[in-house]
């Protein structure tokens, strides 16, 4: 088969496939740097879609509609936050599973999902957010151990900070935090238990599989909707 013939079917896979979802903006055919043939799909902001990277030998690349515009919004103000537990976020039961280890006090060599970590790093990829961390394993280990590890297995962000440590709810520490730091960045709350006082700003997050794309998704909408208001 001709690649063009098999890149128009691919592109029509897709069509038939994902042009229902919420993020869909299209699709098309164009040749990449390297003069391959792939099949491109327009992603409404806010959204990350869940798309093969390749079918058969076709590729499948897709970037923002409207993404310059965006990220100049973004670029007015604060950078976002995001206030980042761990477990039942970065690790899960699953993973636990698969270690054959049965207690969430993991080596900090084992604490992170490679898997889970990429999760995050779309979230960083696509809105410029920060982290400051939030989980109860900042008790354990300094906020540079921290980063260190999540440096070791891909993060591509930046961590700037910490909660303060404090015998309060967790939403009370992000509250003080917030209120400390006088920003009006917009943020998001990571968390597999419940964070009260937070509101559309809360993502929770399940123990069983940890962060999952629709977490990424909705992460996405909440720290990007003020720059299309």
């Known amino acids: 088969m001709r690649a063009i013939d098999e890149a128009r079917r691919v592109k029509s896979k897709i069509i038939a496939a994902f042009e229902t979802r919420p993020w869909w903006g299209g699709a098309g055919l164009r040749r990449g740097a390297d003069g391959r043939l792939e099949v491109f799909v327009a992603v409404r902001p806010g959204f990350l879609p869940e798309l093969p990277a390749q079918v058969g030998n076709t590729r499948v690349v897709w970037e923002y509609r409207g993404v310059v515009r965006l990220r100049a919004a973004l670029s007015q103000g604060p950078r976002p936050i995001i206030f980042l537990d761990f477990d039942g976020v970065l690790n899960s039961r699953a993973y636990l599973r698969r270690l054959g280890i049965w207690t969430r006090l993991l080596p900090l060599k084992r604490l992170f999902d490679q898997k889970s970590v990429a ?111």
């Open 119 to 229: 999760m995050l790093n779309q979230i960083v990829a696509a809105t410029g957010a920060q982290v400051v961390i939030s989980s109860w394993w900042r008790r354990k280990h300094s906020l540079r151990e921290l980063t260190h590890e999540l440096k070791r297995m891909g993060f591509i962000g930046e961590v700037i900070g910490a909660t303060p440590v404090l015998n309060a709810e967790r939403g009370r520490e992000i509250t003080l935090y917030l209120l400390a730091s006088r920003t009006r960045a917009p943020y998001v709350i990571l968390d597999d238990n419940l964070v009260e006082g937070h509101d559309t700003h809360f993502i929770q997050t399940g123990k069983d599989h940890g962060l999952e794309q629709h977490h990424v998704n909705g992460a996405i909408f909440e720290l990007t909707k003020g720059a299309w208001r």
